[in-house]
Each structure stands twice: as C-alpha cells, then as structure tokens.
C-alpha cells in the first residue's frame, strides 16, 4: 500500500483524488493489483431547524449511502481545516499536521487540502453594464473576508471567458483581477460555467464557483444541465448570486436553483446591492462550517448515475438539516 | 568587379561540391530519409574534427543556413574565420552571406561589421546602404508638430476606445477613425440624424474624466497621494466616483459613490486596487499620468482648419464629434466617392487585387470601360461607397475567381446556351427585364459576363452570380468539362442542392451520370413522407458521402476511382423504402467505401473506420499516428455512439434469430446498456421550460425513440413470424445513422471539443429536417438554438456539407482570449480552425516541408537583399506590390531603404514571403544586384536542386495541395489549396469570412516552423490545431479588417514555442553528438 501512496499522491495534485489507478506489488512474487478507484469528495453542510450551521460533528455523525449502499468515510474534514484520515469512524490522531501522506497516499496536511478554492465567475456581459461597479464593490468585500487559507480565482465572461487571476491566495492580486475587469458583450454564461469547472477540477482539494449573474444566457452552447452534471461529476458545489429579479426571468431562477441544489450549492437572487453582500456574506459563513466527507466507493456494478445520501446517526439525525450533491457519474 | 562576384560564386558551388564527395553523403542520406537533426549532428562533429577546413564549416554553415538554424551565424563566422587573406574572394562571398543573415535575424550592427569586411575583400556597398545601417532605428514619439496629446495613460484611452494595446502608435487615430464610423453613431430615434452611440458616449465621458485627472497630476504629470488623510485624496476618489467606508486606517475600503464615473475608472484600468491598498495602509500613492503623443496624418491643424476657433479647437474633440471627419481621416477619397458614388473606386478596388491572365482580360481597355459602365448603371446611388463595410463583394468574386483560359477568354462551364436559358427562361425567377431582353443575342462569353457584372451592382442577393461561380469551381479542375445538360440541371436545381455542390468540387473525377443520379437520390429522399424515416435515411446518406469525402481528400479514395463509390451510395439510397432496407443500405455503405479504400474484409469495421479517418500514417509516424487514433475514438466514446461492430454483430444475430435461433439476450442487453447512457438532461426541466422547445420537435424524437427501444420485446412479439422477425433490425437504423454522422462529427471536431465532450447528445441532436416550415435539409449546416432557454443546448441544422465549419462556429466561444479585453474574433476565427483541422499531413514528406520553408527563407532573404542593393529594391517591391496595397507596400520600401529588414519582414506575411520567393524564383529576368546575393546562398541553390531531384513533391502545385487551406466560400470547396490572393478586406454580406478565408499564412508558417525544428511533417497533425488554437486566444484586433492582429499573434505564439522547442533541440543534439 505504501508504494501505492506515491503515485496516487501525485496523481492526486493533478486530478483532484479521482480517477486514479495505482498498481500494488508488495515484496517477493505476489501478482500485481490494479483497482480503479474514484475518491468521492462530498462538501455537506448541517444546520438546524433555524438556519444556524452546525459545528463539531464526528466522521461518526455521518452516514453516507451510495445508491443505498452503506460507505466507509476515508477523509473528514471541518471548515478550512484540511482533511483527516478517518479511523473506524473517528478521525486519525495525527494525521494532520504530520506532512506525511494519509493510509491511501493522500497527503492530508497538503496546503492544497487546507480551505477552499474559490472560483467566482463575474459576469461583465452588458447586461450588467450598469450594476458593475456595485458588484465589484460587493465581490470585493466578500474576497476581502474569506478565510486566509482559501485561494481565489476571479474569472469573468460575457460572450467568452476571460481568466483574470488564476487560483491565489494572494488577495491583492485577486482584487486586482476583479478592478480591472472590462465590460464585455453577450452573456454565454454556461460555456463560461463549464469551463470555470474544468480548471476547478484540475485542482486538488475542496473547491466551489461562485457565479454572480443576471441571466438571461443568450450565447451558450450548452444546456445547464449538461454543465451541472459536470459539476456533480466533479464534485463541485456551484453557487449562484443573480441580481434579476426571480419574477420576471422565472425560467433563469428555476434553472439556478435546479442546478445549485444539485451540486449541493445554493441560489440567491438579490437585486440590490445590500442583499448581493448579504448573499456573499452568506456564502461566506456557509464555506467556513462545510464538512468535507471522502469515501472510496464500495463495490457498484452501477456505471450510470449513482445516487448519494448523506444522514445524520443519532439524535443528530431529528435535530439537523443536511445539505450535499445529489450524486455523481463515475469516470469511465 | 562584376567577375570577381561571378567568379565566388562559382567557387562557393564548387567549394560545397568538392567536399561532398567526402561527407556530405552521408549527411544528405539521414536528410532525406527524413534526419535532419542527425544530419545537422554529422555535420556539426566532421567542423569541430576540422576546424580549419573550409569544405567541413561550409557544408555545416549552409545546412544551418537551410534550415535557419540560431547556429548558423556562428558557424559563418568561423568559416570566415577559416580563410585566409589569400582566399578574398571567397572571404567576401561569406561575410556578404553573414551580413545578409544578420540582417535578417535584425542585428544591423552586425550586418555593418559583415559588410565592412565584404569591402574589405573586394566587394562594393553603395554608401547609401551603409549610412543607413549606421543610423539608429527612428522610434519613439514623431515630430512634435504633427502630433496630439491623449490625455492619460495611453493603454486606458486604448481600452476605452476598443483599440488593440499592440497598435503602434501612428496606426492609433485611423483605427479610432474606424471604430468611431462604425460604433460610433447611430440613426436618432427622433431626427434623420445621427446620434452618438453608447460607446462614443463613454469614450467622451472619459476623455474628460482622464483631463480632470491630468489636471490634478499637474506639471510633473503625476498624481500622488501623499496619505489617506490627505486633502489630495477627497480630491482623487471623487473624480474617480468612490469614497472611503469606515474613514481611514485597517478597515478603509473604497466603495462606489458615483457609478458613472467609478464604471470609466474600472473600465479604463485605472489601478484602484493599489491605490485602496495604500489607503488601507495609509501608505503613498503615485501614478504617472502622462499623456501619449500621436501622430496625426497631416498635423492637427489641417483637421480643424474649419472650427471657427482653431486655437481652442482639439483635434481629439473635433474627431470624437464629427462622424463626416472620420470618415474621411479613415481615408475616404471624398472626390472619387462623388463622382459617381463610389463605382469606379469599388471596381478598382476588385481589379487592383488581380494578377496575370485575368488582370489581362479584365483591364483591356474596352472591356474595363464596358463592365465598368455595366457595374455603375445609369442611375448610380445608392452605391457602394455608403455602408460601412465594402458592398463590392460580388465584384471581388467575380473578378477574383473567373477562369480565363490560355486563349484569353472566359471558361464558360457547359458554354453560352444554358446560361443565356437561366436569364431568358428564368427558371429561377425573373433576375432583371434589361438583361433577359439582352441575353436572347448573346453571342460571346464577355456578353455573360457583363450580366454578371450588372447584377453585382444590386443590393439583393445575385443568385446568377452565385450559381455560375458555384458551377464553375465544379468545373474548374475537370480534365473532362461537364455536359451542358449537367450544367443546366445543376442551374436548375442550384436552389435546392446548390450547397451540395462542394462536394463536386472536391472530386473533379466525377462523372456526369453520378452526378445526375445523385441529383435524383437527393430529390426522391426529399420526398420520404414519414418524417422519422426521411430524417435518417437523409442523415446516414448525407453521413456516408461525408465519410466519402474525407477518404477521396486524404487520397484512401484515389482520385480516379473516386466516382464508383459514391454512385453505388447514390444507387442504394435511391432504393431504400423502408426502415430494414435503410439500416441494410447503410451497412452496404460502409462496406462500400471500406473497400473503396482498399481495406480488407476480416477487418474490424469499427476499428478500421476510426484508422481510415484518423488517416494513412507512414511507419516512422505510428505513434503520433496512434494518439490520433486514440482522439478519435474517445470523442466517439463520449457521445456514446454505438460501434459498428456492435450494430452489425447484432444485425446479423437478429437475422440468425428470424431463421429460427433464439435471441442471445446478453447481446441485446449491451446494446440497451449502451442505448440507456443517452442522457436527457431535460427530464429534469419543468413544464414552462419545456413548452419553449417548440421546435426540435423531430430531433428530440430521435432521441427519444432510441431510449425507448426494448430489442428483447419487438423480438417477442415478432416471434414466430421470420418476416417480421427480419424487420426488427430496422430498428437499428436511427442507430447506425448516428453512429455514421458521429465519424464526422469526430473527424472535425475542433480544438478542445467542449460540446463533444459535454453534451452527448450533440450528434444525434443533428436536425437534418429543419424548423417547423423552414426546409434545411440539403442547406449549409448551421448553429442553432444557441442561447440559453431555447432548448437543452443548441445543435446543428442542416446538411453535413458545411459541418467542419459549423462546428469550429459552435466551439470559437469555448476559446479563452488570453488578451485582457479582446473578444473571440467571431467571423474571422471559424475559417481559421477549420485550415486546421481540414488538411491532414501524414502524406506529406519533409521534403515538401523543407522546400516550401526554403521559399519562406529565401522570401525573408530577398527582402533582407533588396535593402543591401537599392538596385534590387524595386523588382522586388514590384513582385510584392502584387499581394500588397500600395500603402503597405510604400511602408515597406520606406523600412528597406532605412536598412531595417527585419522589420519589414515582420510586416509581410508568410504567404507574402512564399510568393515574393516564387515571383523570383519564376522571373525569367535577374536583377544584377540581386542575383548575386541569392546565388550565393544555398537556400535558392537547394530549392532549384529539389525541385530537380524530387519533381513529384517540390513543386508550387504540391505545395498548395499540401499546405492549402479550404475555401468553401471562395471556391466553393473544402480541398485545401493556395489561391495565392491578396488578403481580402471585410465584406457586406460576409463579413470577416472571405478575409480568413483569403488568410493562408497560417500552415505556411507552421510548416516552417516545424522544418526549422527538425518536426517530421506528421506532427503538423497534432500540433497545427494546438497551435491555432492559441493564436486565435492570442488575437487581439482592434476592427473587422484587422489582420495584422492575426500576423502578430501568429508569429508570437510561433516564436515563444521555438524558444522552448530550440531548448529541447540543443539538449537533444548534445545527446545525439555523445552517441
């Protein structure tokens, strides 16, 4: 196992832990394994009945299904807090920290593994022609809170995508992608999505997009939900901040909330530029008290879609509220 | 001296030819077996062994010479080096070569000192030439007099002005000019005025923000903040449109106040988030706020010489507020455009791009008066001097393309008569009264042409002018010319079938029964009244004959024998009734074309088909052969197509089935599998959403049926009956006609691919019918349903001929500019990935490679020559005038006189360069001068020395059929070639599409590269893609006509993967020369 480690490590920096195949061979002339294996990242957030995030839970709190399948959680995480091997149900006493790689090679204490990479996509379509400085006001108060462990990404588009600033925590050059965006044209908002997804997915760690739109998309090639089930593929929750008003594009509102709910992201739809940093603020507040739960998935004849269910064990369970993807594709 | 000079000349032949009865053999052998790199390291190990031998360092110095290797300068001057005082006439050839080469590699110093030497040995330079070497490259700021001050930063005036940052300056006020005649204004809601539009409004708004701020910044032109508190400070975030929250200290933010002015400060790049980090931190603040100093054509004042105050009047304030004065700064020759409203500039316009037989016919004078006064028409407006963009489209197409034969007259295809029967009948509809009165006495071809001429002065669309030109590119290439029976049915049938026509092009082999049978199999197909059926039956046809063209343009299909598939395709579609027949005449297809190719039968189909389309790799080439393969077969994957082997396995097992056996359940099962992973990503939509997807409605039925298909349950209930039993495998048919449109798809999917990858319905979403009323089946494939709710992902329309192009259209917005504010040049870039992935090079040698890179050297050296012989200069700018307008072309003598090369070099394209090479090499005069810097040079002495001993492959037509690129509006074809015509500009009605596909420097300089890197000609397939796809993310134009924004890119991205790739090379040579 521990020549196994090595290279799904390395793979792991490339690939996001998914998708890796790593030979076995222990000492003398044992024969040679191959196991196709996919880590299943899931960001879960619990709340109470009022709203409130619940802190402090256990790898032992969760229960996790796979097309009803019961999974063992291999990685558990809080917060910002990198992950941790999880133990028969507890999590590993130094583990974190120790700079050496966790029982399946993936390096735990990794600054990779530690906060979130943030990827906001910012639409400078015309549409948002006359509200722009007020969302750049609003994206630039919510980069100025985020945790310090978290990177950014500032990515805009209108007809085409345009990378601002790359994944950093340096959060002068993020505000420095944000003040220099430029005003484009058409609104291609879920091309600008699927590609924003395929750089997150090329990151190690938890990652999340963060997209402040107004819709309508008159420009996109794709469906949304063809981009969505890329991003519950990939395990990344997508996040929507739409400044239209849910009234009068109620098709746009249905598709953000259809899409954010599924990849275990959440909508708000605010209009002006007090509710934009609220929503941010919001999602702020969400990203420091997610769970990270991981899990190799028992074995599942199932090559299609696998359904996931996250639940709470014990009085937890009648407390507390769950929120995660709805569930993945494996790789084929 | 005119001895001496002939006299080294020879000596350097003879010198290289005597040393290669010893070594250079063996070099050339590794050379022409395609190791060049092992060649180079031969060489390089016989100079070092022999550092005093001029055979051994001159045979070295050439070779790198050949093939512009960095190295070559320094081997030259130890070649020089190496001869002795003795030997001066061989010293001067050689340092005239060193200084030529440095002059190309742009270091004039070096080139003086090489030249110095020259006269050292005997060799003359006129003083002209060294005083200009001597001189300092003219840059910065013109003459004050004749220039204006922007206030501000110079790139944030370009931001807001939507002007390119790679501009040069004196190129900065006709491109506002431009931008201002074409986004600048618009008709006024209430008035027959104008009014500013948005742009101008903003770009106005902000010139006075930006004078506030130079105000501010006063003499020193700074703007410093000296700390947060600071009275400068109000002062500044004010003007800007912010103010502070929270006051000063840790929690300083900058927040909008004023959202028109903060929208000019972000928008323009102001660098706000340094300044609220120095707020923040209650740190100093500086920014230089200097203006830029523009020359202005004439000087200012000639501009403003109407204001009644010139001396208050700005040039910048004046241009921004008349729309008629930057028409004319745009260079509009306002007298010209009066006389007869722009006609006769128009039709110099189209002529002045002309060359050779057709310039000849077209400029004799009693033609030119006749077609001139037919294009003008008694009554002249409106003409096409008022769009923005040139309404001579149709003139430049005309002229451009009609064939003139040895004899000097037009090629008229099938003759006068059914032309004369298309006006006079008007089959299509009445054209004009005039010209069907005329067309009953015509008697001579110049008669139609002058028809031709006459509609193009029309403002409707010119459907004769189309249907000739389409008909004649079918035509052009035929060793046996079609019958005027052909003719006229394709005149005839042009309406519905005219884009099917390409494909005629792209096989000039074609016989005219085929055509005519396939002109009748398209109209019985189009008669199918089940719409299902017709659907698929049109889809697998149109997918078949695709996959024919592809086989036929990679030559797996030899051009002589490309006629008997393709109407045995014809001929079993022709007879398809119902769904069993078609599946049967889809697997007769694809055994049709497989052994049309030459393919064996045992062969796996499936597997077979993806080696057929990734194309015919020779064994050194296997493993970028197989990465090909490998692409292609994971695109296929990714729509969940269903194999060939799969359906016909099965097909065959449902045949056994209806003779009795039983039905193998697993077999079936893997298809329902495969069949169930077609995902309908709008099972999730609601109601409301789904009521908007009126149209696709067939499509989606498509999609639907195959989801629904339960093989077990129709065998079930056929059971017992053989007939029926047999009809079962018609269920397969919409099947397979994905399967077979899905090779296309792959085969032409563009860099990236993110729709492939994405959406896996993309190829069965295909509507070969059309929407609602609207029949598009036998149309150009084009885009639709793109923009978000229109449906579950926008698809393609239409038939497959346009598919390459269509699809390179969807993919362009999944493209990144990399250039802060540039958008993907939407018209422009399609054309451009399609010469990527249209030309396939696994049949072309390094031979063909080499010799068109040596033309691309010589082109640079005889630029580089034409500014050491001032004698030389105008034959060459003479050869270079013909591809050039003659502003481009002043540019450049004014840059070759001043002996800067490189920069006129820079200036010319690749295709420029490759022509001016031909022009020389096909002169049958030598200028003096210039014949004797060429004739030293090994680059002419190798191009003329392949031509003679590899005929086959160095010569222009090999080159074009090699390195082309297609040119479905141009020529009415997909098979690539060079048309050798000047870039074209922007056209009403085309827009940027005729330009890109005029642009065929592209794979002339990749192929140059890949020589100049020792890349065997295979990899092109590969990397051409690669690299186009960066220059187009890279492209950051200013306007529509913009292409120098294209060169620029082009050449950066070429030189930054050379600078990596010459890494690799010299680690790889040092590995090489220790082996």
Known sequence: MLLAGGLLAALAATGAVAGALWAQQPSGQAPVFRVKVDLVVLSVSVTSRQGRYVTGLKPGDFRVLEDGIAQKIAFFGEGSQAPVTVEEGRAAAGAEGSGSPGAAGVNLASDSFVGTNVFILFDTSNFMYRGFVYAEDAIADFLRGLDRADSIAIYTFSRNLSRATPPTRDRMLALRGLRQSVAGDDTALYNALLLTLRDAAQMPGRKVVIVFSNGPDNASMLAPDDVRAVAEDEGIPIYVISTSEVNKDPISGNVFRRITARTGGRAYFAKTWQRQTEAFQAIREELGHVYTVSYYPQPNPNEGWRSITVELTGDAAKKYRIRTRAGYRPKL | MRYLKQLSCLLAVWGGAAYAQETLTPAQKLERTGEPLRARVVLARAAELNPRSVGALRAYAEFLDSYNDPARREAYQKLLDALGPEESAERAEVARRLALVDLVAGDREAALRGLQIYRDAGGRIEEEVERALGRPVAGGSPATSETIEIPGALRSFERMAALSGDLGLSELLPALARNLVTSGYQAARNTEGLEPTEYLKLLSRYISQARELAQMAGPDQVIRISTCESSETGQLIKILGYRLRNGCGDDAVLETVNASRAFLTTDSGFPLAELEEALHKNQPFQYEFRPAKVPVLFGPAYWVSGEKNKQAADFLDVLLADPALARLYLAFIEKLVSKDDGWLASYFDALARLDGRPLEYFTEPARMRRFYLAVRGRVTSPGPARPVFRSNAELMLLTSRLQIGTDGV??????????????????????????????????????????????????????????????????????????????????????????????????????????????????????????????????????????????????????????????????????????????????????????????????????????????????????????????????????????????????????????????????????????????????????????????????????????????????????????????????????????????????????????????????????????????????????????????????????????????????????????????????????????????????????????????????????????????????????????????????????????????????????????????????????????????????????????????????????????????????????????????????????????????????????????????????LNLLVPQWTQKVVERIFATHLEDWPAVLRSLRWIGDDYRQKARRQLLDEVKAAALN
């Open chain 2, 410 to 1019: 037009p090629r008229i295809p099938g003759g006068l008569e059914p032309w004369k029967q298309l006006f006079v009948n008007h089959p299509q509809g009445k054209y004009d009264g005039k010209l069907t009165r005329a067309a009953n006495s015509w008697k001579a071809p110049d008669d139609l042409v002058e028809a031709l001429f006459a509609l193009c002065r029309k403002p409707v669309e010119n459907e004769p002018l189309k249907i000739f030109l389409a008909i004649s590119e079918v035509d052009r290439n035929r060793k046996i010319p079609l019958r005027p029976a052909t003719i006229t049915r394709l005149i005839n049938e042009h309406r519905v079938y005219g884009t099917q026509y390409a494909l005629l092009s792209d096989a000039p082999s074609l016989s005219d029964e085929t055509i005519l049978a396939m002109l009748d199999t398209m109209a019985g197909l189009s008669k199918i009244k089940d719409h299902g059926q017709r659907s698929d039956t049109i889809g697998m046809f149109q997918a078949l004959v695709s996959v024919w063209q592809i086989f036929c343009r990679q030559g797996q299909i030899l051009e002589s024998q490309a006629d008997r598939p393709l109407k045995s395709l014809t001929d079993l579609f022709a007879a398809v009734k119902n769904d069993r027949e078609l599946f049967d005449a889809g697997r007769s297809g694809v055994r049709t074309l497989l052994s049309a190719t030459g393919s064996s039968e045992g062969v796996s189909r499936q597997d077979r088909m993806l080696e057929l389309l990734a194309g015919n790799a020779a064994p050194a080439d296997q493993e970028t052969y197989r990465q090909a393969v490998s692409e292609l077969a994971s695109l296929f994957e990714l729509q969940r197509l269903v194999s060939l082997k799969t359906l016909f396995d099965l097909a065959d097992h449902l045949e056994s089935v209806s003779r009795g056996e039983k039905l193998n359940v697993a077999m079936a099962n893997r298809l329902a599998a495969r069949i169930s992973e077609i995902r309908l990503p709008r099972t999730t939509l609601t109601s409301v959403e789904k009521n908007s997807f009126s149209f696709g409605y067939w499509t989606e039925k498509h999609v639907e049926e195959q989801r629904k298909l339960n093989l077990r349950q129709a065998v079930e209930k056929a059971a017992g009956n053989p007939e029926k039993l047999k009809e079962t495998r018609g269920l397969l048919a919409p099947i397979l006609r994905d399967t077979l449109v899905g090779f296309s798809y792959i085969y032409y999917a563009p860099p990236g691919a993110q729709i492939i990858r994405t959406n896996p319905l993309f190829v069965r979403s295909h509507d070969f019918l059309g929407v609602l009323a609207a029949v598009r089946t036998w149309r150009e494939t084009e885009l639709f349903g793109t923009g978000w709710p229109s449906n579950g992902g926008g698809r393609l329309l239409g038939s497959l001929t346009g598919l390459a192009y269509a699809l390179a259209e969807a993919e362009q917005n999944f493209l990144v500019p990399t250039q802060r504010q540039a958008l993907i040049w939407g018209d422009l870039v399609p054309q451009i990935i399609l010469s990527a992935k249209v030309p396939r090079w696994w049949q072309v040698s390094a031979v063909e490679q080499h010799w068109l890179a040596l033309h691309l050297r010589l082109g640079e050296e005889l630029l580089a020559g034409a500014a050491l012989e001032p004698k030389a200069r105008e034959r060459i700018l003479e050869i270079l005038g013909r591809q050039m307008t003659p502003a481009r072309r002043f540019r450049i003598a004014t840059l070759l006189a001043a002996g800067q090369a490189r920069a006129a070099i820079e200036l010319s394209t690749p295709s420029e360069l490759y022509l001016l090479a031909r022009g020389h090499l096909d002169a049958a005069w030598r200028p003096e001068g210039l014949a004797q810097a060429v004739c030293r040079g090994p680059v002419e002495r190798e191009i003329r020395r392949l031509a003679q001993a590899e005929p086959s492959r160095a010569n222009p037509a090999r080159i074009s059929e090699a390195f082309g690129s297609p040119h479905p509006t141009l020529a009415n074809s997909y098979r690539p070639e060079l048309l050798n015509l000047p870039t074209f500009p922007t056209l009403m009605g085309y827009s940027s599409r005729v330009l890109a596909e005029s642009w065929e420097s592209n794979n002339l300089y990749w192929a140059t590269l890949a020589d100049e890197l020792y890349l065997p000609p295979a990899q």
